[in-house]
């Protein structure tokens, strides 16, 4: 050990990784620009989040959509690192690893996980399940996955860890005295309490096909950076999810803004080259909670085209135009150098379009989102209107053919948003992705 860990820290090498992260609330096509920049990486690490995400990739006629798993794991000769702040369901998890493996998908040495990794219980989605009841009205409008909890228990330094499912004898005595505490909470809760037995029985069983993946990912990153492999970082949900970013309450329990990919995954931030972040050409959000820029019109639209229903619980998409004061604070977060815009297609045949600026709240006009979520929502949008190009643009292959009016407005949402347009995307499919030049 001794003479590596010289190695590691005495090297600056110059890589390009890249942090991917979402610029509004998730689901801003992430998946889809992950698996076209793995191809330019050797690794592609998820850093927090669980199961809540959803990412979806199409390759050819076949669709995958993947929750823990990093979405590299679809390439051949990419690894896949699920890292130390990410909460895993071990169930969930073998389910997606043999789901892959029934369509021919390795999941082998392509795969590596943290012994730091939090493990989501049972018990973790009753209670998610059990709170979201009891707030009724004012539910977040969770994925019902036990995220909340499972980081909750993180915090509060009482949860397991993957590296607890490596010993059967010392998996079993901390599911005992985990089970024992949360029956009692979900017996005064109302809910279910859990049968030791049968979960202990599920955990060992996931837990004997994962032993392989499981290791110590802060050192297979920092051994693969002194070799100069690049590294993708796979961000999962959204900015304005991120715990202390976000419109708190209305977040996730992790921190999906770029300073997560460090934590989550233990590589320093001065071995990051570049920010990439995601953004449709409208705005999205699944759940409860403020959004300025929302327009039923828009919803109504996209949701008769077929489009904007979630990929992990299949809710229908809350939709609205495109908000520059949000991804312009993304930017700030984030430290966003460029910019990937997905879904440009949706707004094909819009004879205008419109463009949120700024917010109202009150007498005040303000350009930056206001950290109360009450003052949010009072938040009236002020927009400029830009028209459309009302042509299809799904079959365009290069930024160069895009209809002017189309190039005006990628241009104008990231002048605005204020980085560089990298990449543009008018469909699902690996080919509908332009570099823009
Ligand atoms: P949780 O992460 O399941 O606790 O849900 C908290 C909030 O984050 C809810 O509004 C969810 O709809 C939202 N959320 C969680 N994961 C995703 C995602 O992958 N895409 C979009 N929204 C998400």
Known sequence: MGPRWGVIIGGLPNM??????????????????????????????????????????????????????????????????????VVIDPVDLVREIEGLRARRIPVN???????????????????????????????????????????????????????????????????????????????????????AKAVSRD?????????????????????????KKRILFEGAQGTFLDLDHGTYPYVTSSNTTAGGACTGTGVPPHRIDRVMGVMKAYTTRVGEGPFPSESPELSDRLHDMGREFGS?????????????????????????????????????????????VAYEVGKRTVEVPPSDVSELLLATPVYIELPGWQQNTADIRSFDKLPARARTYLKKICSLTGARLKLASVGPDRDQTMVVP
């Open 203 to 227: 955990y060992l069983e996931a837990a004997k096909k994962l032993r392989p993946f499981i290791t110590n990912t802060v050192v297979y990153l920092h051994e693969a950076i002194q070799s």
């Open 109 to 195: 040495k392509n795969l590596v996980i943290s012994d730091c990794a939090h493990v989501v219980l049972p018990y973790h989605r009753q209670i998610d399940e059990l709170r979201e009841k009891a707030k009724g009205r004012k539910k977040i409008g969770t994925t019902k996955r036990g995220i909340g909890p499972c980081y909750g228990d993180k915090v509060e330094r009482i949860g397991l860890r993957m590296g607890d499912l490596l010993d059967d004898a010392n998996l079993l005595k901390k599911l005992k005295s985990r089970i024992l505490e949360n029956n009692r909470i979900l017996k005064a809760m109302g809910g279910t309490p859990l049968n």
């Open 16 to 85: 390009p990784n890249t942090i991917l992260v979402g610029a509004q609330w998730g689901d801003e096509g992430k998946g889809k620009i992950i698996d076209y920049l793995t191809e330019r990486a050797d690794i592609v690490a998820r850093s927090q989040g669980g199961n809540n995400a959803g990412h979806t990739v199409i390759v050819g006629k076949d669709k995958y959509v993947l929750h823990l798993l990093p979405s590299g794991i679809l390439r051949k000769d990419k690894v896949c690192v699920i890292g130390n702040g």
């Open 312 to 356: 992990t619980t299949g809710r229908a998409r809350r939709c609205g135009w495109f908000d520059a004061v949000a991804t312009r604070y993304a930017t700030m977060i984030n430290g966003i150098d460029e910019i990937a815009v997905t879904n440009l297609d949706g707004l094909d045949a819009l004879k205008t379009i419109k463009i949120c």
